[in-house]
């Protein structure tokens, strides 16, 4: 099954078009990362996936349904997640508070009237939130306030807060940026032992090209807004073209 | 007192709360016993502070009235501001058209006290669905200047074109009390045991209601929505990526934050009987502003402070033999320092000083 596919979508800035007719599409379990050179449009493709840009023409399919014209937090009820490039949390809130306010939007959906209803009543949404913890290994802090986590965990946390929403895809924009490199090497074992155990469909925006031949199943390469090579890792590695546009000079 | 009336009290509270909550009781039993002790808290203090307030602070029974009006009205802004982290600068619409509201109803409705609160509520309640649907649509400092405009809007509208209504710039003087549920004569005396500590009927009325809305308000933070608005004050894209309808909450938390002002409103009417042109004014939305920083925002109980605070100055200290005439500079060199040294607001400096004292951490 096609979880997201997109057909001739399109992106211009005034004059610029960072985004120029792609065609893409993931498959059920697969994962997929998308690279290329400093403002190739790898992050407005994502923020065009995501509805925080609007396409300047094209369509997005998000398992056979256009999400064109939906709300960012429609998308995510039908399954789509984000995890950001920087380290979007809840700062002040407790590191459980944060994973609650995802598993709470899972729960409930998108909006419910139960403002008189102590949250007490609804344990299913303290054990989602536990169990997202838990296999982002922060449960132990669950009482912190998330402020007070190093950039790593922060991180960590990020990933747990998109997970909690029990995507069916998971959108991450360069997980591992500004990370140490054994918080690099632990955040992608993260990643792919929750593609085994979730079966989970993800695309992944990168720069670090071992991170990306490591857990990528497909490499999708942009350059100026447009797809100009995919395929696995090896394909890639030894395509011409993204040598000449990106890997250029790097010996493999 | 002996533990027995008081267990008993809590036992049936939890029954009742049992009834609405449906079963579960087990597993939140802990929080429901803080919730008890929320509840009871406010009671007992509520209870004892005219006593307190008249004999020991030069205080008066209807200035305790007022304060907790006030209070009431500043807990429910601090739902916008302090949890949900929305400034709005119009919230006199609330206040102000939920006393006119109510006073018209009791003139030429009803003049039963339970539905004149009603009346205040509801109209308060459908004001902010217009408002905030208009409002919401920016955020920051367009978001509180839009609430300005409506606020100011009302004031004009009711100043002359509604003068056949609200009786214009002499305030709507017609307001007409009956007795609560039939019996009880709001502008009347206290029966015996409890003329021991109170000597105004309103003042109990209040009172009560001041309980109510700090249970209600206890329990809206503690459901779902508390966790939410929090969420969206801390932030509001992310909450929007994690599949919530920030709009909407933000919204609701806009029509809760007005429910509250409009109990207040329409005490304040059943109080003074009379609507003064100024309810509706600026400067009330100021006021409240004032009131909730003062007492501490994101906090249950700091805006009650927060508000007693306020009026104290007002009223108390503005009646001084020579600091009195400077009361407003008293006001400002209060707000200034508190906001210095006590960025939580009062109730922010109890917290501090009582885990310096006690080693403790409260929420």
Redesign the interface.
């Known amino acids: 099954m096609t979880v997201l596919e997109t057909e001739r979508l399109t992106k211009q800035f005034g004059g610029l078009t960072a985004v120029d007719e792609v065609d893409l599409a993931i498959e059920q379990g697969e994962g997929v990362s998308l690279i290329g050179p400093n403002g190739a449009g790898k992050s407005t493709f994502i923020n065009l996936v995501?509805r925080r840009l609007d396409p300047s023409y094209g369509e997005i399919l998000f398992k056979g349904d256009s999400i064109v014209g939906m709300?960012?937090?429609q998308v995510?009820?039908l399954g789509m997640?984000?995890s950001?490039q920087t380290a979007?949390?809840?700062?002040?809130?407790t590191v459980e508070?944060n994973a609650?306010?995802?598993a709470?939007?899972?729960e409930?959906?998108?909006?419910?009237f139960?403002?008189?209803?102590?949250?007490?009543?609804?344990?299913e949404?303290t054990r989602v939130a536990d169990e997202v913890l838990k296999s982002v290994g922060l449960y132990d802090e669950r009482e912190s306030q998330a402020d007070s986590l190093d950039y790593g965990n922060k991180r960590r946390l990020e990933i747990g807060?998109?997970l909690?929403?029990e995507p069916d895809m998971l959108l991450m924009d360069e997980p591992t940026a500004g990370m140490s490199p054994e918080e690099t090497k632990s955040t992608v074992e993260l990643i792919k032992e929750v593609k085994r155990e979730l079966d989970l469909t993800f695309l992944l925006v990168e720069h670090d090209m071992e991170i990306v031949f490591d857990i990528s199943d497909r490499i999708v390469v942009l350059n100026r807004g447009a797809v100009i090579a995919e395929g696995t890792p090896e394909e890639v590695q030894n395509d011409p073209a993204v040598q000449e546009a990106y890997l250029g000079g790097v010996e493999e | 007192m002996s533990d027995e009336p008081r267990d008993a009290t809590a036992t049936a509270t939890a029954d009742a709360e049992n009834e609405v909550s449906g079963g579960l009781a087990d597993q939140w039993a802990s929080f429901r016993d803080r919730e008890i002790s929320t509840v009871l808290l406010t009671l007992v203090a509520v209870a004892v502070f005219p006593f307190l307030f008249n004999n020991y602070l030069d205080g008066y029974t209807q200035l305790a009235t007022l304060m907790l009006i006030y209070g009431i009205f500043a807990i429910g802004f601090d739902i916008l501001l302090g949890y949900t982290g929305l400034l709005s600068f119009g919230h006199a619409v609330f206040f102000g058209g939920a006393a006119y509201a109510a006073g018209i109803f009791s003139a030429s409705v009803s003049s039963s006290p339970l539905l004149v609160l009603l009346a205040g509520l509801v109209f308060a309640v459908l004001m902010a669905w217009i408002v905030g649907f208009l409002s919401l649509r920016r955020g920051g400092i367009y978001f509180a200047i839009l609430t300005l405009t409506f606020g100011q809007m009302s004031f004009y509208l009711a100043a002359s074109p509604l003068a056949f209504l609200t009786n214009g710039e002499n305030g709507f003087t017609s307001v007409d009390i009956g007795h609560l549920l039939g019996v009880v004569d709001l502008h009347g005396g206290v029966p015996f045991p409890l003329s021991m500590l109170v000597d105004n009927m309103v003042y109990v009325f209040v009172a009560v209601i001041t309980v109510l809305s700090v249970a209600m308000a206890n329990r809206i933070l503690h459901s779902p929505y508390g966790t939410v608005f929090r969420a969206i004050r801390e932030n509001e894209s992310r909450a929007e990526f994690v599949g919530l309808n920030v709009w909407r909450y933000k919204l609701m938390a806009f029509i809760i934050s007005a429910a509250f002002a409009g109990i207040a409103g329409s005490l304040f009417a059943i109080e003074g009987s009379y609507v003064p042109l100024e309810s509706l004014y600026w400067t009330e939305s100021g006021r409240i502003v004032i009131m909730t920083v003062l007492g501490g925002v994101g906090s249950l109980f700091g805006p009650l402070f927060g508000a007693g605070l306020y009026l104290y100055i007002e009223n108390i200290v503005s009646g001084f033999p020579t600091l009195g005439p400077f009361w407003h500079l008293i006001l400002g060199l209060v707000f200034v320092v508190m906001v210095v040294l006590f960025p939580d607001g009062i109730w922010g400096g109890v917290q501090y000083v009582r885990s310096r004292l006690f080693g403790g951490e409260e929420s």
């Open positions: 995501t709300e960012p937090h995510v009820q997640s984000k950001f979007s949390i809840f700062p002040e809130l508070e609650v306010i995802a709470l939007a899972a409930h959906g998108s909006f419910r139960n403002f008189f209803r102590h949250e007490n009543a609804y344990p949404v807060i998109a909690a929403a």
